[in-house]
């Protein structure tokens, strides 16, 4: 039986390019093309697709689109194509549900082979994306090697505050004595930041805490100066 594809994308040019694509490999059938999330929804239901192929980043679409789909069919696979995503939308991705992941530009073999693979029981990345992740010091290793949960990154009121602190170039002596912690407490608060986001260096910590609105760069940069 062929692969069962369904597409998802707001533009008509992704999808135009995607089914002239998969129109030439016999091991896939194209079963539909969602273009918002009410749409994929009713389609992953009608059709049951082995593989959704999503641009979580196009207009109507995030990441939760991917979380709430695998919550009414957990078996179907998700494979994130995008133009050029950022680490922190890479990783929501991947914390959704997205098992593989691959740009507008890679080759045409590139991309069959995302869908190839995924529909087996793999995972398959391009070297451009790994290598997004890699430079914003993302434990790739851990992603690939490790099991993904549907859950997002849900991070604790007093976590958001010792990231805060962290940005702002604080020691953990500092940051344990503003909040009235530990140094132990501050060090484990910074580690299990660290594991639910996925990184392993405060540079990434501080990319997550300026993007999300836990700080300002320009603060940021200030207090790194003084």
Do not use: W
Request: glycine share 6%.
């Amino acid at each position: 039986m062929p692969i069962k594809l369904l597409l998802a994308d707001h533009g008509e040019l992704p999808l135009l390019g995607l089914r002239t694509l998969f129109a030439q490999e016999d091991r896939v059938e194209i079963v539909g093309e969602a273009r918002d999330p009410i749409a994929l929804s009713a389609l992953l239901v009608r059709h049951k697709p082995d593989v959704v192929l999503i641009d979580h980043t196009a207009e109507g679409f995030s990441a939760k689109a991917v979380r709430d789909s695998l919550r009414r069919l957990p078996r179907v696979r998700f494979v994130g194509i995008t133009t050029d995503p950022s680490p922190l939308a890479l990783m929501s991705a991947l914390k959704a549900g997205v098992t593989s992941y691959v740009k507008k530009d890679c080759d045409v073999q590139e991309i069959r082979d995302s869908v190839l693979r995924t529909a087996e029981g793999g995972r398959f990345f391009c070297g451009k994306i790994l290598e997004t992740l890699r430079r914003a010091s993302f434990d790739v290793d851990r992603f690939i090697a490790e099991p993904m949960s549907c859950d997002p990154v849900v991070l604790s009121k007093r976590e958001c505050e010792v990231i805060g602190l962290i940005t702002e170039g604080r020691s953990y002596t500092r940051i344990a004595d503003q909040l009235c912690l530990s140094a132990h407490t501050v060090t484990t608060h910074r580690r299990n930041i660290m594991r639910k986001l996925g990184v392993n260096s405060t540079a990434a910590v501080v990319l997550y805490a300026v993007r999300n609105g836990l700080t300002s760069p320009n603060k940021y940069l200030f207090e790194q100066g003084r």
